[in-house]
């Protein structure tokens, strides 16, 4: 019996051992230090803050409509947000389920007053129009965070 008792102790102290070094090693999931609240990914690094896709999916001569998808990859639902960025060439004067603020090429596109939050892992998706040729978005940041854009 005692030689049961000291073969469980070993166990559970081998087990601690691996989840200590586990955890030291990356493979668990911290907040990082540096980011700016719920605008930090778990998986990408403070300095280059979270990504969101952006995608060109309709073209017409002086119009087209883009599409920023954002994905909470954190802990905690994401209540209220904004995503600002430069659209140079183009001018935003259309979006869909979202308040939309412009002011030359620089949008502001913040959650409605009424949206449902978004919790984690799941996605939205910000359609938007404009005037002029679709691009890359420059200058991303999400509340305040700097972000980046994606294809």
């Known amino acids: 019996m005692t030689m049961a008792i000291v073969a469980a102790g070993v166990a559970v ?24 609240g719920e605008a930090c990914s778990r998986t990408g690094s403070a300095a280059a803050g979270p990504r ?3 995608r060109t999916v309709e073209r017409d ?5 883009g599409t920023v998808t954002l994905a909470n990859r954190g802990a905690t639902p994401w ?3 904004t995503l600002t960025f430069t659209y140079p060439g183009a001018d935003v004067h259309n979006a869909w389920e979202v308040v939309l603020r412009q002011t030359g090429q620089n949008v502001a596109i913040a959650s ?16 938007f129009g404009g005037a002029g040729r679709p ?17």
């Open 13 to 36: 102290v081998v087990a601690g051992g691996i989840a200590f070094a586990f955890g030291r090693l990356g493979g668990a999931s911290r907040p990082q230090a540096g980011c700016a």
């Open 52 to 54: 969101f896709r952006y």
């Open 112 to 127: 409605a007053p009424t949206a449902e939050p978004i919790a984690p892992g799941d996605d939205f998706e910000v359609r």
């Open 61 to 65: 001569t002086g119009y087209f409509e």
């Open 79 to 81: 209540r209220s947000w």
């Open 135 to 151: 691009g890359m978005p420059t200058n991303c940041r999400f509340n305040g965070a700097p972000c980046t854009f994606v294809r």
